[in-house]
């Protein structure tokens, strides 16, 4: 299922994408499920893949907005450095000893087709993108053991995590943190969907231009690694999100770099996921 998160000018809801448009759930199905985050649990998926089982579209997705598919209390984890590469203008770091991790605030991130914000003044200079696959906790935990930790993925979307690389030098979470400055989704696809995640493959287009390429495969710490070590630290709840990392052709590893100005278009493909979309402000 492709499950997405909405808003009309009255309301804001979820429901399951086909072909061009929305299968809301039930209002007896939305009493006990009322929210995305609350149906992203193993028994809520089946519950949901039955209630809009044999239904039709009753919202065109180009009626609504699209919004980041996380709930106010869910986290946003991300992964630094998890790909060989430059990073992010002068030569190439060791690989890393241990996983490093920074948090993402929910008002650095847009949804699908929603304008990024420029930032202002001297940041303007140094805005950057990085394209990431992104995991969806289903099953929360704490202490998770590794050889069960894929079993704690609801689904995957995508996340663009937008970067002021001039900030970045004053402290990672500046940086990492303008308003409005990078893009997640355009939807929830669950695990189910993804015949094999190891061959998962990302690439990110500026202008149509391709700057990034990889896949799961290159990653240094394997996706089962990230959830059992976030989860030896804190707890993982349904619907938080962890993005893997993002590999070499972000903006400022190219010389000169190749940062962001206004008007230009980010894409993000994820295979087996789809495109997010964003264009600069």
């Not at 579209?57 to 709930?71: F, K, N, Q």
């Not at 929360?140 to 970045?168: C, K, N, Y």
């Not at 394997?222 to 903006?251: H, R, V, W």
Request: net charge negative.
């Amino acid at each position: 299922m492709k499950i997405v998160r909405f808003r009309t000018n009255a309301r804001t809801g979820y429901g399951v994408v086909k072909d061009d448009g929305i299968i809301e759930p039930t209002d007896g199905f939305l009493q006990k499920y009322p929210d995305l985050q609350s149906v992203l649990v193993p028994d809520g998926l089946e519950d949901l893949e039955r209630d809009v089982s044999g239904r039709p579209p009753m919202i065109r997705l180009d009626e609504v907005r699209l919004m980041p598919p996380l709930a106010v209390d869910n986290k946003v984890t991300c992964v630094g450095i998890n790909y060989r590469k430059k990073y992010p203008a002068e030569g190439v770091p060791p690989e890393p000893d241990h996983i490093i991790l920074f948090a993402k605030h929910h008002d650095a991130i847009v949804g699908h087709e929603e304008k990024l914000e420029r930032p202002r003044g001297k940041a303007a200079e140094t805005f950057d993108y990085e394209g990431e696959i992104t995991l969806v906790i289903g099953q929360g935990g704490r202490h998770i053991p590794r050889e069960r930790a894929m079993e704690h993925i609801a689904g995957f979307t995508i996340l663009d995590d937008g970067s002021v690389r001039g900030w970045q030098k004053h402290s990672l979470h500046a940086g990492k943190n303008f308003a409005r400055s990078g893009g997640c989704g355009p939807w929830i696809v669950t695990a189910d969907e993804i015949e094999d995640v190891s061959k998962m493959k990302l690439t990110t287009r500026v202008n149509d231009e391709v700057r990034q390429q990889t896949d799961v495969g290159q990653m240094i710490f394997p996706l089962d690694k990230l959830i059992a070590y976030i989860s030896d630290f804190t707890p993982l709840n349904p619907g938080d999100l962890i993005a893997t990392g993002s590999p070499e052709g972000a903006g400022g590893s190219f010389s000169p770099p190749k940062f962001l100005n206004s008007g230009d278009e980010i894409e993000i493909t994820v295979s087996g996921v789809g495109t997010l979309r964003n264009v600069v402000e």
